[in-house]
C-alpha cells in the first residue's frame, strides 16, 4: 500500500500500484496513470488480451506482440497472466488487490460480481481501493448490457450525427475514438477518486460510461434541440454553428486547410484582406468592387454576396499549394491549419521543435520506434519515460515469485492448469 | 450536502472558450471551488454562442452555461492596476492557476509562472494552448476547428470515394485535450498536498491529440503507412457502418466482428443463403464485396425504424446502435435513468439540461449543481468571502474600476 | 510436387507438406516427419497451441515459448496460428489443403467432420491427400467419445495393470508414454497410406487409436488369458513374463540393474559368460558352474532352482557398482543394463560417439540446447538437423503473405475477427 | 478382400525376437509381403515364448510369436551352407527391403552387410535395428528390452517417489523403436520410388527410445533437473492417479483438470463434507494435499466398481477409466466393435486371438489375416514363386540341407 512503499518523489503516481483488467475499452486509464507513475499491472487472461489482435501490425503481419494498436495504450506497463474465473486465480487476485491502490475494469456490468470480485468484495480486503467500471453505458439502466463496438458508441452520442454530408450516412472519425475517450475519462475520474482517498483514506467505486464521455462531443447541438426544437444536421464541410452554415474546410491544389470563412458584416476586415489577396491573384468577383471595404454599407451585404465571397476564395484556394495557401493565411492574420496527414504530423517542425517524439527500445525486434511523447510536460512531476508495452506475461515471475513469493514449482503448476 | 472529491481545492481559472473551461469542469463538478476570471471586455466567445439570453454585458448562453456549470465568475479589468492586483490576491489564495491564452499572455500581465511563483511558491500553474508553450509556432493563432485540422483528425474522417475529408462536427480537440489535462492536474495537485510543491503544466492541445491517433502514428513511423479516411469501415470488421432505417435521415449502426455474430446477422435478415454465397460466406469476402453488402443491408434496414433494428440485433447479442441526433440525446431512456444531465434554472435562460461528467463516483457525487455564472455574478463574493477583503477593501477597489 | 534438388539432401520426404492440426496426443508424429524432411506446418489456434503450457519450462518460467515439453516434440515445424472453426479459417485451411500431401489431426472425433473438413470433404479438394486422425480410442465404437487423459489410455491398454508394486495401485512412466506412443503409430499409419497413395494417387483416412496402439506393451499377457484363463499381476520388481516370477531388476551398490534371467538359447550365452566372471571373482558355486544353460527352461525351473540362481546373482552383484558392473558386462557380453537417468544417459559416450545430440541454436533466449537428434540414422537422405520449434504463428507472414498472396489489410481483417 | 496398403513391398526379414518383427509386423499387417529367413537349428527364441500350445515349448507352439508375426511367411535357410548364402542373395535382388535386428556385425560376417547387399541389389534398402546402434563404442553390447529400457531411462521413471523404482512391465523399448523404423523405412520406400536410390537405415533402440523422454532431457539440459519418479501424478491435474475400486484388484484411473470438473466430480461423490473444506479449496492446494485428497477419493471409489466410477465420471464429462487386466481387454466393447483382435486358426495352436495395428485405413484394411507361420512352413513357396525356382533345384537344394 502506498503509505508503506517507499514513495518516489519525481512522479504524481509514484509507489502506487494499479491493477488493469481493462481490454481495448479501458487501455487509455491504466495508460495515463502508468504515465504518471504509477506501477500499471495488466492483468491478462491466459493466452493474452484480445486487444492484441487489433491492427495495425510492426510489419503489417498479425501477432499478438506485434499489434500498434496494443503497443500505443499499454506503454510502461507490466503484464500478467491470471485466470480470474478460476478460484485460484481469484484468490491471488485478492492478494494483489491487498497490495493494489487501483483496480480498472472494463468487463460486462456484472462480470467482476459474478467472480466475486465486485467492489464490495474489493472494497473488504482493501478499503482504500479505487475501483474504476469502464463500460459503454454504465453500471446501470437499459442499455448497460447492450454488446459495444466503438462505432456504437460514437453513433449513440450525437457526434456521428452531426459529421458527415447532408445526403450521406454520418460518419466517425477513422481511427475509433470512443473508447479512447472513455478510457480517459476513467482517468480523470480515478484521480478524482485517488485525490479524496489520499485525503480521507476512503476508496471508492467509479462508474465510468463511455458513451457519456462522447456526449459533450455535441455539446452545441444540444441546447440548440432543447431550446427552438430544432435539430442541428451534418453538413459536409460546413458548420452548422447558430443555424447557419459556415464553410470550414476548403480544398486546394495539393491537399486542403481548414479555417472559417468570415462573416462580411461581423468581420468586414478579414474579408477585405481576402479581397485584396484575391485582386493579386486576379481573381475578384465584380460585385466586391461596389463595396467600400473601410466603410461597408451592412444593409446593401445580402446572403448572396457572402455566397459570392465563399466561391471566390474557394476559386482562390484551388490556384494555390497547401503551403503557399497556409502562408497567405497567416500573413493575413486569418487562424487556419492544415489538414495534417499522420505523415505531415511526423514531419511537423513544432512537434520536433518540443522534442515531443519519444524513442521506445523494441528489444525483442531490435527496433527503436519513434512515439507520441508526454501528453503534457509538467515541470516537478513530468510524465515518465516511454517503456514499450508488456510481452504477455512478461511479469509473471516478478509479480507471482518475488513479490507475492509463490514458489516457482507452483507457479508452473498454475501454467499448467490454465490459471495463469 | 454530501461530502465531494474535490472540495477544498481552489482554482483561479483565466480560461475561456472550450479547452480550458472544460478541464475546469472536471474539478468545479468533482467539488474543487473554480472562480472563473472574465473581462467585461473580452468574456469570450461562447457567452454569446446561440440559443442565448440576457443582454450586453450580462449576456448568457446555453452552452456556456453547460461548460461552465458549477464555477464562479468575478469580473476583473486585466488593464486596470488594481484589478492586477486582485488577481494576483487571487493567486495568492488558490491552489492553480489555470489559463488557456496564447503563450505571452500571462506574461504580458505580470502573471507568468515566474511571477506567479514569487507571489505563491507553491502554486500549481496549468496551461493549455494549441500547440504548447514553447517552440517556433508555439504563439501561431489557433481554434478548435483549425487544430483538428492540424492534429490529424480531419484527414481522417470523411466518405473514402470522395475528393476532400469532411471536419469532424465541433472541435475535438476541445474533447481530448481537457481529459488529459484534467489527469494530471489533480495528480499534481495530490503531489502539493504530499509535498508542498508546486509546478508548471504545459499541455499542448496538438500533443494531447496526437494520443488518440497513436497506433495510425505508429502505423506511419513502423510501416510507412498513412492513414486514410475510411468511412465507417473498420480495418477488420465487416460489414461496419451506419445503415439507412425507415423515416427521416434514421440511421443505424451496426458492426460485426467475427462469425457468430455474421450467422446471427443472416438469420434476423432472413438470408441464410448468404451463409454460403461467396461474396459474403468468409469475412474476406465480405470485405472484399463490402460496398455491395452494404447495399444489400441497406435494403433491409430501410424497411424497418432505427429502434426496432437496434433492439433485434442487441437482443442476438450483436453490437447495433441508433445514430441519435439531438432529440434522440435528450430522449434517451438510458442516459435519462443514469442522469446524465441535470436540470438547473438559470436567471436569463429558464431551466434546461446541463451535462455532467462521464462518470460516477459510489461516495463522491460529481453532477452539476449550478448553472455557469453570470458575468461577475460572484465578484462580490469572491472578494469577500474567499479572498477576505473588507467592505471598505471591496468597494474601494470598485471605485477605482478593478472590476468591469 | 517434385522440385528437389539432388546435391542437397531434404530428407526422405522432402517434397512434402504436412498440415498439423494436433495437439500433444499427436505432436511427435509431425515432429518425425519433419526429421525426415517434410514441411510440417503446425497450425495453432490463435493464442497458440494448449500443449504450450506444458511443463517442464525453460528455466521453470512458464510461458507459451518456453515448454520443453512443446519445444521437444515441435522441433523442425512451422507455425501458422488459424482457427478453422471460421469460416474464413476454413476457406483458408481448404486452400492449404490443396497444398498438402498430409494432414495429421488429433480433435474429438467427429470434430473435424461437423467443421466440414472430414476426410470425405477434404479428399474432395485434394483426392491425394492423406489424412490421419490420432485419438485415444478410434473414430468409431461405444468409447470414442470418452473424455480422455495420457494415464487413462495407458489404464486401458493393460500396461499399467501389470506395471507396479503388488501392494499399491498400478503404475504408468512418470513421464506419460501413451500420447507418444500413439504418435507413433499414427506415422506409421500416415506412412503406410502415403505408399499407397503413391502407388494409386488415392488419399485416404488412417484412423489411429492410442489405447490400441498402447495394447502391445502388454506382451504376452493377453494370450495368457485367452489360452490359460490366467491374469498377469503386477509384481514389481519380478515378473512373470515366462510364467514363473523373475526378477527383472536388481540391486547394486548404489542403485540398480537391470538383467533377465533367461533360460534356453536366448540366455545361455549371458548366463555363462556372468557365472565365469563371478567365478573370477570367488562367487560362483560349483552348482553354478555345472548348469547346463543351453537346456534350462524358465518356464518349467523349479522355484528352488530359480532362487538359488537369483540369490547368488543378487549377492555378486550388490558388490559393485553401477558403472562397474555396466562396464564389465559389455566387455564379457552379458546383457544386463544400469538404471539410468537422464543425467546418466546424457554423459554416455556412445550417444556422443554416434554424434546423437543435435545443438539447437535458440536466439530468442540466447542460449544452444542439446536435443535428441536424428530418431534414426540413414546414409541417403539423413534426418534433417533438428531446428527450434517455432514460435506462435512464427510462419504466418511466410505461408499468409509469401505463399497466398494475402495482403496486410486482409491479415489485419482475420486478426481482428481473432481468425489468425 | 480389398487392396491393402502395401501391396507389393517385399521384405526379405532376418528379424527376431521382439524389437525387429514387430517393426515388419507393421508391414506384413498392411500388406507387404514379408519373408521371414530363420534356420531349423536355430529358429526365433520367440517361438518357445510362453504361453506355449499345452505348456510345451515347440516351434510351432508360442502363442505370442503367432501374434508378432501373423501375415509373414516363414523360410527356413543354413546360413553356413554356402548354397544357403547364394539363395539369401537371390532373396536379397528380389526384394525392396532387407531387415535384421542381430547384434552389430553379425551380418556382415555372413556377407550380408549393406556393402555386399548393394552389390546384388544397388537399390535395396537395407533396415538394422539394434540396442545402440551399429557404430560407437558399446554398439557391441548385448541387450534386451529388459535392460535396454533402464539404460533409456524408463525404469528410473516408474515408480513410487517413496521407493526404488518399479520398472514398466514388459520389454519397452521393444515398443517404442518398432513405429519408427516401420515409418522410416516406408519414406525410404518413396524416396527410392522417385529417384532409384535405396539406402541404409541404421536405427538404435536406445536413441529412438529417447525421443519419448524429451521433454525430461531437456529439462536436465536446460535447467539441471534429474527428472525422477512421480507414481500416477502429473502437475496438471488433481485429482490424477488410480484408485481402488470395490472387488479384488479393481482399480479406476481418475483426472480431474479443472473446477467445472471439480464441482462435477464433487456432485458424482454426493458433496461429502471434506470435498468442501479449505485443503481443497483452490487447485494449488488441491495440489499441496495430493496425498490426502488422493486417500479421501478411495474411499469414494472403494465403494463402487470401476466400470460404475468410469460410467458415471464419463457421463459428466471427466476423464475416468478402468485399469484393465487382460480379461477385460478381451472383453472390451471398443475393442470388439473396432475388431482389434481378430481370431485366426493357428494349425498347432488353434483358434487364437490376434491383435491388429492400432490404426485403421479407409482404402486398404490392415491386420492380421493369417497367423504366424510355422517354421519353414513357406520355404518351397518363397522359392518356387517369388526366386522362380524349378522343382529340380528346389529338390537338389532340399537334398543338400540348404533349408535346414
Same mark, same amino acid.
Given at each position: 500500500?502506498? %503509505? ?62 506485434? %499489434? ?6 499499454? #506503454? ?23 497490495? =493494489? ?33 469502464? #463500460? ?17 458508441? +460514437? ?18 472519425? %477513422? ?24 485525503? #480521507? ?11 457519456? +464521455? ?20 451534418? %453538413? ?25 470563412? !468570415? ?74 491549419? /492544415? ?27 531490435? =527496433?527503436?520506434? /519513434? ?10 512531476? !513530468? ?38 | 450536502?454530501?461530502? &465531494? ?199 499542448? &492541445? ?170 461577475? &455574478? ?27 | ?11 526422405? *520426404?522432402?517434397?512434402?507438406?504436412? *498440415? ?150 498400478? *503404475? ?157 558386462? *559389455? ?90 | ?18 524389437? @525387429? ?248 461423490? @454426493? ?95 490392415? @491386420? ?37
Amino acid at each position: 500500500m502506498a %503509505s508503506e512503499k517507499t514513495r518516489d518523489n519525481q512522479t504524481v503516481l509514484g509507489g502506487y500500484r494499479a491493477l488493469d483488467l481493462t481490454d481495448e475499452k479501458g487501455a487509455m486509464c491504466g495508460w495515463a496513470l502508468a504515465a504518471l507513475g504509477a506501477e500499471v499491472i495488466k492483468v491478462e487472461p491466459p493466452g493474452g488480451d484480445p486487444s492484441r489482435s487489433i491492427p495495425p501490425f510492426y510489419g503489417g503481419v498479425p501477432h499478438p506482440e506485434k %499489434s500498434l494498436f496494443f503497443f500505443a495504450y499499454n #506503454t510502461n506497463k507490466k503484464s500478467i497472466t491470471l485466470n480470474l474465473e478460476t478460484v485460484d486465480g481469484r484468490v491471488i487476485f485478492e492478494k494483489l488487490v491487498r497490495s =493494489a491502490d487501483f483496480v480498472i475494469e472494463s468487463f460486462k456490468p456484472g462480470y467482476m460480481e459474478a467472480q466475486g470480485l465486485g467492489y464490495s468484495a474489493l472494497d473488504h480486503i482493501n478499503p482504500r481501493i479505487v475501483m474504476t467500471a469502464i #463500460t459503454p453505458f454504465g453500471q446501470t439502466g437499459p442499455y448497460r448490457g447492450f454488446k459495444t463496438s466503438d462505432l456504437m458508441c +460514437s453513433a449513440m452520442s450525437g457526434f456521428m450525427y452531426l459529421t458527415g454530408d447532408p445526403d450521406r450516412e454520418p460518419i466517425r472519425i %477513422s481511427v475509433p475514438q470512443a473508447y479512447a475517450l472513455g478510457g480517459a475519462e476513467g482517468a480523470i475520474a480515478t484521480m478524482t477518486a485517488h485525490y479524496f482517498r489520499e485525503r #480521507t483514506g476512503e476508496g471508492q467505486y467509479v462508474d465510468v460510461s463511455i458513451r457519456e +464521455s462522447m456526449l459533450k462531443t455535441a455539446p452545441y447541438s444540444l441546447p440548440w434541440m432543447e431550446k427552438y426544437g430544432k435539430l442541428t444536421k451534418r %453538413s459536409g464541410p460546413y458548420w452548422t454553428l447558430m443555424g447557419q452554415n459556415t464553410r470550414v474546410h476548403w480544398p486546394c491544389k495539393d491537399g486542403s486547410v481548414t479555417f472559417v470563412l !468570415p462573416a462580411i458584416k461581423i468581420n468586414p476586415d478579414l474579408c477585405r484582406r481576402f479581397i485584396e489577396w484575391m485582386a493579386e491573384k486576379g481573381i475578384i468577383h465584380e460585385s466586391f468592387n461596389r463595396i467600400d471595404w473601410n466603410h461597408p454599407d451592412m444593409a446593401s451585404i445580402t446572403p448572396q454576396i457572402q455566397n459570392e465571397l465563399e466561391s471566390s476564395i474557394l476559386n482562390l484556394c484551388k490556384t494555390l499549394t497547401r503551403s503557399e495557401l497556409m502562408e497567405g493565411l497567416i500573413a493575413r492574420g486569418i487562424t487556419a491549419a /492544415p489538414v495534417n496527414t499522420m505523415e505531415d504530423i511526423s514531419r511537423n517542425e513544432q512537434l520536433r521543435a518540443r522534442d515531443f517524439w519519444e524513442q521506445v527500445e523494441h528489444g525483442e525486434m531490435g =527496433a527503436s520506434i /519513434p512515439y507520441p511523447g508526454a501528453f503534457i510536460r509538467a515541470t516537478e512531476t !513530468p510524465c515518465v519515460k516511454k517503456h514499450r508495452a508488456p510481452m504477455i506475461g512478461e511479469h509473471n515471475r516478478e509479480i507471482y515469485v518475488d513479490f507475492l513469493g509463490i514458489p516457482k514449482k507452483e507457479l508452473v503448476i498454475l501454467k499448467v492448469a490454465g490459471i495463469i | 450536502m454530501c461530502r &465531494q472529491a474535490l472540495e477544498g481545492v481552489k482554482i483561479a481559472d483565466f480560461t475561456w472558450a472550450a479547452a480550458g473551461p472544460l478541464t475546469m469542469s472536471y474539478l468545479a463538478h468533482g467539488g474543487a471551488t473554480v472562480v472563473k476570471i472574465e473581462s467585461g471586455t473580452r468574456s469570450g466567445a461562447s457567452r454569446s454562442f446561440p440559443p442565448r439570453g440576457g443582454e450586453g454585458g450580462m449576456i448568457s448562453s446555453m452552452m456556456f452555461s453547460n461548460d461552465n456549470s458549477d464555477k464562479l465568475s468575478i469580473s476583473i479589468n486585466m488593464k486596470n492596476p488594481r484589478g492586477v492586483e486582485v488577481a494576483k490576491k487571487l493567486v495568492l489564495w488558490a491552489d492553480v492557476v489555470a489559463e488557456n491564452f496564447r503563450p505571452g499572455t500571462m506574461e504580458k500581465w505580470g502573471l507568468g509562472y515566474a511571477e506567479l511563483k514569487k507571489i505563491n511558491p507553491s502554486i500549481i500553474m496549468f496551461r493549455s494552448s494549441a500547440r504548447g508553450q514553447t517552440g517556433p509556432d508555439s504563439k501561431v493563432a489557433e481554434n478548435g476547428i483549425t487544430l483538428q485540422s492540424l492534429t490529424g483528425f480531419t484527414s481522417l474522417t470523411g466518405y473514402p470515394d470522395k475528393n476532400d475529408p469532411t471536419p469532424p462536427w465541433g472541435a475535438y480537440t476541445d474533447l481530448t485535450a481537457p481529459a488529459l489535462g484534467a489527469v494530471m492536474l489533480i495528480g499534481a495537485l495530490d503531489y502539493r498536498a504530499k509535498t508542498g510543491k508546486g509546478q508548471c503544466l504545459d499541455l499542448s &492541445q496538438l500533443e494531447a491529440g496526437l494520443q488518440f491517433l497513436a497506433p495510425a502514428i505508429l502505423d506511419y513511423h513502423v510501416n510507412h503507412l498513412c492513414a486514410r479516411r475510411m468511412g465507417n469501415a473498420s480495418s477488420y470488421g465487416v460489414p461496419h457502418g451506419v445503415y439507412r432505417c425507415s423515416g427521416n435521415d434514421r440511421w443505424c449502426a451496426i458492426a460485426i466482428f467475427d462469425d457468430r455474430e455474421w450467422k446471427a446477422f443472416c438469420r434476423i435478415m432472413d438470408k441464410p443463403e448468404w451463409l454460403d454465397d461467396p461474396r459474403f460466406a468468409t469475412a474476406i469476402a465480405r470485405k472484399k464485396n463490402e460496398s455491395e453488402l452494404d447495399h444489400l443491408i441497406n435494403e433491409w434496414t430501410v424497411k424497418h425504424p432505427v429502434e426496432e433494428i437496434m433492439n433485434l440485433l442487441q437482443d442476438n447479442n450483436i453490437s447495433a446502435g441508433i445514430v441519435e441526433n439531438s432529440a434522440d440525446i435528450l430522449n434517451d431512456p438510458q442516459i435519462k435513468e443514469r442522469q446524465f444531465f441535470e436540470k438547473l434554472e438559470h436567471p436569463h435562460l429558464g431551466s434546461f439540461f446541463h451535462h455532467g461528467v462521464g462518470f460516477r463516483l459510489s461516495k463522491t457525487p460529481c453532477n452539476p449543481r449550478t448553472p455557469g455564472p453570470i458575468l461577475g &455574478q460572484h465578484t462580490e463574493h469572491v472578494c469577500r468571502e474567499l479572498l477576505g477583503l473588507g467592505k471598505d477593501e471591496y468597494e474601494n477597489l470598485v471605485d477605482a474600476g478593478a472590476f468591469t | 510436387m517434385t522440385n528437389q534438388k539432388q546435391d542437397k539432401n531434404m530428407g526422405a *520426404l522432402g517434397p512434402y507438406r504436412v *498440415l498439423d492440426l494436433t495437439d500433444e496426443k499427436g505432436f511427435l508424429c509431425g515432429r518425425l516427419m519433419a526429421d525426415l524432411g517434410a514441411e510440417v506446418i503446425k497450425i495453432e489456434p490463435p493464442g497458440g497451441d494448449p500443449g504450450r503450457s506444458l511443463p517442464p519450462f525453460y528455466k521453470d518460467d512458464p510461458h507459451p515459448e518456453k515448454s520443453l515439453y512443446y519445444l521437444a516434440y515441435n522441433a523442425s515445424k512451422k507455425s501458422i496460428t488459424l482457427d478453422i472453426e471460421t469460416t474464413d479459417g476454413q476457406d483458408i485451411f481448404k486452400k492449404l489443403v490443396k497444398t498438402a500431401d498430409f494432414v495429421i489431426e488429433s480433435y474429438r472425433p467427429g470434430h473435424m467432420d461437423n467443421l466440414g473438413l472430414g476426410y470425405e470433404d477434404l479428399s474432395r479438394i485434394n483426392p491425394r491427400v492423406v489424412v490421419t486422425s490420432i485419438s485415444p480410442f478410434g473414430q468409431t465404437g461405444p468409447y470414442r467419445n470418452f473424455h480422455s487423459f495420457d494415464l487413462l489410455c495407458s489404464a486401458m491398454s493393460g500396461h499399467m495393470f501389470i506395471t507396479g508394486d503388488p501392494d499399491r495401485a498400478p *503404475l504408468h512412466i512418470s513421464l506419460p508414454q501413451a500420447y507418444l506412443l500413439g504418435s507413433a503409430e499414427a506415422l506409421m499409419a500416415t506412412m503406410a497410406a502415403h505408399y499407397y497413395r503413391r502407388k494409386t494417387g488415392l488419399g485416404q483416412h488412417a484412423d489411429v487409436a492410442i489405447r490400441d496402439a498402447m495394447i502391445k506393451t502388454t506382451v504376452n499377457t493377453v494370450p495368457m488369458w485367452e489360452y490359460k484363463n490366467e491374469i498377469t499381476k503386477r509384481g514389481g520388481v519380478f515378473w512373470t513374463l515366462r510364467g514363473e516370477k523373475q526378477r527383472v531388476l536388481w540391486p547394486c551398490k548404489d542403485g540398480a540393474v537391470s538383467f533377465g534371467m533367461h533360460g534356453g538359447g536366448f540366455g545361455a550365452k549371458t548366463n555363462r559368460e556372468l557365472v565365469k566372471w563371478m567365478d573370477s571373482e570367488g562367487m560362483a558355486s560349483d552348482f553354478l558352474k555345472t548348469i547346463d544353460w543351453e537346456n534350462l527352461d524358465m518356464e518349467t525351473a523349479t522355484p528352488e532352482l530359480y532362487n538359488e540362481l537369483s540369490d547368488a546373482i543378487l549377492r555378486f552383484f550388490q558388490t559393485h557398482t553401477k558403472k562397474e558392473l555396466a562396464r564389465e558386462a *559389455l566387455d564379457r557380453g552379458v546383457m544386463l543394463s544400469p538404471v539410468q537417468t537422464v543425467a546418466d544417459i546424457s554423459e554416455s559416450t556412445q550417444l556422443e560417439a554416434r554424434d546423437f545430440w543435435d545443438e539447437v541454436e535458440h536466439w530468442d533466449l540466447n542460449v544452444r540446447i542439446r536435443y535428441p537428434g536424428a530418431f534414426i540414422q540413414i546414409t541417403e537422405t539423413p534426418c534433417l538437423k533438428t531446428t527450434r520449434a517455432p514460435h506462435i504463428g512464427e510462419h504466418n507472414e511466410d505461408i499468409y503473405i509469401r505463399e497466398l498472396k494475402m495482403t496486410s489489410e486482409e491479415l489485419a481483417i482475420l486478426s481482428g475477427a481473432r481468425v489468425i | 478382400m480389398s487392396k491393402q496398403a502395401l501391396e507389393g513391398v517385399k521384405v526379405a526379414d532376418f528379424t527376431w525376437v521382439a524389437a @525387429g518383427p514387430l517393426t515388419t509386423n507393421y508391414l506384413a499387417q498392411c500388406g507387404a509381403t514379408v519373408v521371414k529367413i530363420e534356420s531349423i537349428t536355430k529358429p526365433d527364441g520367440i517361438r518357445t515364448f510362453p504361453p506355449n500350445k499345452d505348456n510345451q515349448a515347440g516351434p510351432n507352439r508360442s502363442l505370442l510369436f503367432s501374434m508378432e508375426n501373423a501375415n509373414k511367411l516363414s523360410m527356413t535357410l543354413n546360413l553356413k551352407h554356402p548354397k544357403g548364402l547364394e539363395l539369401v542373395k537371390r532373396l536379397v535382388a528380389w526384394a525392396d527391403i532387407v531387415a535384421e535386428n542381430y547384434r552389430p556385425g553379425t551380418m556382415e560376417r555372413w556377407g550380408l552387410g549393406y556393402e555386399d547387399l548393394k552389390k546384388i541389389n544397388p537399390s535395396i534398402i537395407m533396415f538394422s535395428s539394434s540396442a545402440q546402434g551399429q557404430t560407437g563404442p558399446d554398439a557391441g553390447m548385448g541387450a534386451t528390452g529388459i535392460t535396454l529400457q533402464s539404460l533409456s531411462g524408463f525404469t528410473h521413471l516408474t515408480g513410487w517417489p517413496d521407493r526404488d523404482p518399479a520398472p514398466p512391465w514388459g520389454a519397452y523399448t521393444d515398443l517404442t523403436a518398432p513405429a519408427f523404423g516401420a515409418a522410416a523405412l516406408m519414406a525410404a520406400l518413396d524416396y527410392r520410388d522417385r529417384t532409384g536410390k535405396g539406402q541404409y537405415l541404421d536405427l538404435s533402440q536406445y536413441e529412438a527410445g529417447l525421443h519419448y523422454l524429451s521433454p525430461a532431457i531437456l529439462d536436465y539440459h536446460v535447467n539441471g533437473r534429474v527428472a525422477g519418479r512421480t507414481g500416477n501424478a502429473q502437475p496438471y491435474a488433481a485429482p490424477h492417479g488410480v484408485y481402488r475400486c470395490s472387488g479384488e484388484e479393481r482399480w479406476c484411473c481418475i483426472a480431474v483438470f479443472n473446477e467445472k470438473e471439480w464441482t462435477a466430480f464433487r456432485q458424482i461423490m @454426493g458433496e461429502p463434507g471434506w470435498a468442501k473444506e479449505e485443503r481443497f479449496s483452490t487447485f494449488l492446494k488441491r495440489k499441496k494435499n495430493e496425498a490426502e485428497l488422493n486417500a479421501l477419493v478411495e474411499t469414494w471409489t472403494s465403494r463402487h466398481s470401476p466400470e460404475d466410477v468410469m460410467a458415471m465420471l464419463q457421463e459428466k464429462g471427466i476423464s475416468a477409466g478402468v485399469v484393465k487386466n487382460a480379461q477385460d481387454i478381451y472383453e472390451d466393447p471398443q475393442l470388439k466393435e473396432r475388431e482389434f483382435f481378430k481370431k485366426l486358426d493357428h494349425p498347432e495352436i488353434g483358434p487364437l486371438s490376434h491383435r491388429s495395428v492400432g490404426f485403421k485405413l479407409s482404402r486398404t484394411p490392415c @491386420g492380421p489375416i493369417r497367423p504366424g507361420p510355422c517354421l519353414g512352413e513357406h520355404t518351397e513357396q518363397v522359392c518356387r514363386e517369388f526366386l522362380g525356382m524349378s522343382d529340380e533345384e528346389f529338390v537338389d537344394l532340399i537334398t543338400d540341407g540348404v533349408f535346414e
